[in-house]
């Protein structure tokens, strides 16, 4: 099963509202990300959280990580139409070779309407 | 610099047959691995490399098979192809496998099996 799970899985907001997207994990982690997919195409990494971080922000992106809760949230201030995409949280799992794999959520498909 | 190259963008096969989907990444990165998108999912890890002559599996990797003999090359090979099999493969790097540093994707190989 996957680690991480997003909700909604589908939002529809105005242009210039704020997005939030939540993401709940179930093993301990090292770090969170987020990515970005534009209509099937490859994902983009947005940001990532260090486990001892509890805030980051990058431009319109403000992302926060509760490690008590498994779960973090993706806010994207003042949204334009070109922020129309799905995003996925991504969280490391340790491997029997003490390597990470990048697991990926279900993702939430934001549509902004103009 | 390229970043990473998969090929061919589309692919239709037929039940049974087998075939290889490429993988190039131009970075040095020793982390690669592959994914499939199903409709309206995440991301599921298939297989996974931290360099050269050293894989490992997935999430789900029945039906395939990989291997990394340099660093720039991570091939996917579908051994008969299934309908089950068809999805959006995305192939991805990153300078190491500790989950601390971002994913760069691919643009993706739509595969169909009839």
């Known amino acids: 099963s996957q680690q991480g799970e997003e909700d909604p899985q589908a939002l529809s907001i105005q242009e210039g509202e704020n997005a939030t997207m939540n993401c709940s994990y179930k093993t301990s982690i090292n770090n969170l990300q987020w990515y970005r997919q534009n209509s099937g195409r490859g994902l983009v990494h947005l940001i990532l959280i260090r486990s001892n971080e509890r805030e980051k922000h990058s431009g319109r992106l403000r992302v926060t990580l509760d490690t008590s809760k498994k779960s973090s949230s993706l806010l994207i201030t003042a949204s334009r139409a070109a922020d129309t995409a799905s995003y996925f949280c991504a969280t490391d799992a340790l491997s029997m070779d003490s390597s990470y794999k990048l697991i990926f959520g279900s993702g939430t498909r934001l549509l902004v309407r103009p | 610099n390229a970043g990473v190259t998969q090929t061919p963008e589309f692919q239709v096969l037929k039940t049974g047959q087998s075939m290889t989907l490429q993988c190039a990444q131009d970075?040095?990165?020793?982390?690669m691995s592959w994914y499939r998108q199903d409709p309206g999912m995440g991301l599921r890890l298939i297989h996974y490399?931290?360099?050269?002559?050293?894989?490992d599996q997935g999430e789900v990797p029945n039906g395939y098979n990989v291997s990394r003999s340099t660093t720039e090359d991570f091939p996917l090979r579908l051994l008969s192809a299934a309908p089950s099999q068809t999805s959006v493969y995305f192939c991805a790097s990153s300078y190491s496998g500790t989950g601390l540093v971002e994913a760069f994707f691919g643009q993706g190989t739509r595969l169909t099996v009839v």
């Open positions: 490399s931290v360099g050269a002559g050293i894989t």
């Open positions: 970075m040095n990165h020793e982390y």
